[in-house]
């Protein structure tokens, strides 16, 4: 066997902007508990140490979600996150929320950062043109490592049209092969990883479609892959989200081939000492909101949290305080991943705006029955069709005032049995007075007399604590498997 090499691989995704020690959920003993983890200046201390463990055979991948996600991030349109990012040493990233900017700013963005955006699959509308580089190849000490990514595919499908403006975003299935052929023939790598954000299932897929991958980094879906899946030759891996976790995967090469691999999911535990020179940084850019987002405002008797995937309590919480604001008989809102555990005790208005950063206006809408149960068989079928690539990210649509029968297992259009508002049927010809946030929420295709309130969903919320004290936010059985 010749040319024997080794390659240290470090993965964050979906890190969501989360400068500090926040609470993470984990499921032991079959139940849930909680406990501080994460932050950058603890990930900054893991890297480092990693780097000394291979020296000059350690590239560390980023599958996006990065630049998005909290308060101080979406306030500066990423821009407080450019330092911290520039100096963790990242080799190269993917993306997706990271376009809630707006195409132009996030180029902006992109400009200031001292490693590459990747995406092989991000065109201009007009000229056709590649808006990222599809791929960069890194000489590790001798060993070539081909890098490409894949940006969401979603972005232009179910985002607000200012994401993507001027954009079209592809699979990339087409796109890979002849990526692939022009590492191996013109680069002459010895390596090739795949950094996506297209998701768990319509990676496993991709990859299974694609040959010449030899490690995938998976993003999207916040799964925490305790070992490496193989999909026929290739590794496939993903490393939980809200930097609560780093993936590291140390590598065997031979003749362009891994011959044995190591993995590990590493918690990112609130007992690693911090890096200093990365402490620094995060308290310079959080600086001017630390007054504004540790103010108090509330207490939960419920732990909020947003991993369950038919409602949630977070969710649930966000849509009672929209009833109460809107005085709307239902409430709607995305079944978004991202959002921090919070532990009964405490809320601050940090946290308000963890469960949602970009603080949309209350929407309120009539919709018929017939409307509402169109626009839930929809999420129904992008949350679990059969085929992964028509798969659109996020859980079930979070939904309160309503009981939801269901088979998953259904095909589209045929999986919700029954639903109930209150104890009566949903009326297909009715029309119900419905509040949401975000297009997301409610798209504008469905319903009509459309509407944006004065009140903000963080300031609903706020006030929905003032006279509910403490606030109980439990499941409801909103949707019911049968």
Not at 15 to 43: C, D, P, T, W
Not at 170 to 196: C, N, Q
Not at 243 to 264: C, M, P, W
Request: glycine content about 8%; aromatic content about 8%; charged content about 20%.
């Amino acid at each position: 066997m010749k040319n024997k090499s080794s390659l240290t691989v470090i993965q964050m995704n979906d890190s969501h902007a989360y400068f500090n020690l926040h609470q993470e959920m984990f499921l032991e003993s079959n139940k849930a508990v909680y406990r501080e983890v994460g932050g950058y200046a603890r990930i900054a201390t893991l890297v480092q140490e990693i780097r000394e463990s291979n020296r000059e055979r350690v590239l560390f991948c980023d599958n996006g979600d990065t630049l998005n996600g909290t308060y101080p991030a979406f306030t500066t349109n990423g821009a407080a996150m450019i330092p911290i990012v520039n100096a963790l040493g990242i080799d190269a990233m993917s993306s997706h929320w990271e376009f809630a900017y707006g195409p132009s700013l996030f180029e902006k963005r992109v400009a200031e950062l001292n490693f590459p955006v990747l995406a092989i699959n991000i065109f201009d509308k007009n000229t056709n043109a590649l808006i990222f580089p599809p791929y960069i190849v890194k000489d590790m000490d001798g060993l070539k490592v081909g890098l490409i990514g894949i940006a969401s595919n979603i972005i232009d499908e179910t985002m607000p049209p200012s994401f993507s403006e001027g954009l079209r975003f592809t699979l990339g299935r087409e796109e890979l092969p002849p990526v692939i052929e022009k590492l191996k023939k013109t680069e002459k790598v010895d390596l090739i990883i795949l950094i996506s954000h297209l998701g768990f299932p319509q990676d496993m897929k991709l990859i299974s479609e694609v040959q010449g991958i030899d490690l995938c980094l998976s993003g999207h879906t916040h799964n925490r892959t305790a070992e490496p899946v193989m999909q026929g030759q290739t590794l496939v891996m993903q490393s939980g989200c809200h930097g609560s976790f780093l993936g590291r995967i140390d590598l065997e090469v031979a003749d362009g081939k891994i011959t044995n691999y190591e993995h590990q999911l590493i918690e990112v535990e609130a007992n690693i000492i911090p890096d200093p020179f990365m402490s620094h940084i995060i308290e310079r850019e959080l600086a001017p909101y630390k007054e504004k987002l540790s103010e108090i405002v509330g207490e939960t008797a419920t732990a909020l949290n947003r991993y369950t995937m038919l409602e949630s309590t977070m969710d649930n919480f966000l849509l009672q305080s929209i009833i109460e604001a809107s005085g709307a008989e239902l409430a709607f809102s995305n079944g978004w991943r991202y959002g921090g555990p919070v532990i009964p005790g405490a809320i601050t208005v940090n946290d308000l705006y963890n469960i949602i950063p970009m603080n949309p206006p209350i929407g309120t809408v009539k919709l018929t029955g017939d409307e509402i149960l169109l626009m839930l068989e929809e999420n129904l079928e992008r949350t679990f069709a059969a085929d992964p690539y028509e798969q659109m990210g996020g859980y079930i649509k979070r939904g309160l005032g309503l009981t939801v029968y269901l088979k998953v297992e259904n095909p589209s259009g045929q999986r919700i049995q029954q639903v109930f508002v209150g104890d009566e049927p949903l009326a297909p010809t009715r029309i119900y007075q419905v509040a949401f946030v975000t297009e997301q929420g409610v798209s504008k295709k469905y319903g009509h007399q459309r509407s944006a309130l004065e009140i903000h969903a963080v300031q609903a919320m706020q006030t929905y604590l003032e006279k509910h004290k403490p606030m109980f936010s439990e499941l409801r059985g909103t949707y019911i498997l049968v």
